[in-house]
C-alpha cells in the first residue's frame, strides 16, 4: 500500500493538527491482482455520497450489461429509495458496498478533510463503519465486506481497525472524476485511459454535474476495447495488491 499525502491533501488539513510522518492521513492505492496483460481488466467502483441518484450512470450500467461495485452511505441510502430499488432490481450487476454511515472521514484528530468534518477519534471511526454496515444490511439483507472511506484518505492507525472489523479497504488506481468536479471530457478521456488492472472510482450521486455524462461515455468506450469488468466481491477482500 503506498502511503502518500499529495500537496492539496497538506493544505486541506487542519492547522489544528500536529502532524508527523507516522500519522498524517494516507490515500491506499490499489490494482487488481493477477490481471491478464493481453485483455483489458478493470473494476469500476462508485461511491454514493451524501447527495442524489444519477441515473445517466445507472442506466448506461445496465443497458450495456456491465457489472459495478457500489460505495453506498447510509444517508444516502436514506434519502434515495428509488436509486436502492434500481441497484436492488439488477442484483446481478451491482455489488453494494461500505462507504460509512454519515460519510465522515476515518482520520483523527480535530478540523475537516477536503471541508468534510472528520471523525476524530477510532471509538467515531468504529460506529461510523459498523454502522454503515448495519444500514447496508437492513436495506439489502446482505453484509457488505468492503469499506472505502470518505474522501478516500484514513490515519494509518485506522486502516488495521477497520480490517479487524471484517472489512478489506478499498482504495483505486485511478480516480475519474475527483469527487464528481471535473468536466465530462476529461472524466470520459480518464477512464478510456484505463489499463489493465485498475480499480476506478466515480461518483454516482451528482446528476446536475457534467462529470456523469463523461463516466458514461468513458465506461462504454471501454466495453469497446472489449474491456472485462470486475466487480470487488468477486475477490478476497485481501486480493487487492498496491499500485
Not at 18 to 38: K, Y
Not at 55 to 66: G, N, P, S, T
Not at 104 to 133: C, K
Request: net charge positive.
Amino acid at each position: 500500500m503506498c502511503q502518500c499525502v499529495s500537496r492539496r491533501v497538506l493544505l486541506a488539513l487542519p492547522v489544528s493538527l500536529s502532524l508527523t510522518p507516522n500519522d498524517r492521513p494516507v490515500e491506499p492505492r490499489m490494482r487488481l491482482p493477477n490481471a491478464p496483460a493481453d485483455r483489458l481488466t478493470v473494476a469500476l467502483t462508485f461511491d454514493a455520497c451524501p447527495g442524489a441518484f444519477d441515473e445517466r450512470i445507472a442506466d448506461a450500467l445496465v443497458a450495456a450489461r456491465i457489472p459495478a461495485t457500489i460505495f453506498v452511505t447510509g444517508v444516502w441510502l436514506r434519502e434515495n429509495p428509488k436509486g436502492l430499488a434500481f441497484f436492488l432490481a439488477h442484483r446481478d450487476l451491482f455489488a453494494i458496498e461500505n462507504h460509512g454511515e454519515w460519510h465522515t472521514p476515518p482520520i483523527l484528530g480535530v478540523g475537516r478533510m477536503f471541508g468534510i468534518p472528520i471523525a476524530g477519534s477510532l471509538g467515531a471511526i468504529q460506529r461510523e463503519v459498523q454502522e454503515g454496515a448495519a444500514s447496508i444490511a437492513a436495506a439489502t439483507a446482505t453484509r457488505p465486506t468492503w469499506y472505502r472511506a470518505s474522501t478516500g484518505y484514513y490515519s494509518p492507525i485506522a486502516i488495521p481497525l477497520i480490517q479487524q472489523l471484517g472489512f478489506g479497504i478499498a482504495g483505486y488506481s485511478l480516480n475519474a472524476d475527483a469527487g464528481a468536479s471535473l468536466p465530462g471530457h476529461s472524466v470520459a478521456h480518464r477512464i478510456a485511459g484505463a489499463i489493465s488492472g485498475d480499480v476506478i472510482v466515480a461518483h454516482i450521486n451528482q446528476p446536475g454535474r457534467p462529470s456523469g455524462a463523461g463516466v458514461a461515455a468513458g465506461i462504454l468506450e471501454l466495453q469497446r476495447r472489449s474491456a472485462n469488468f470486475v466487480r470487488l466481491d468477486q475477490l478476497a477482500t485481501t486480493q487487492l495488491m498496491s499500485a
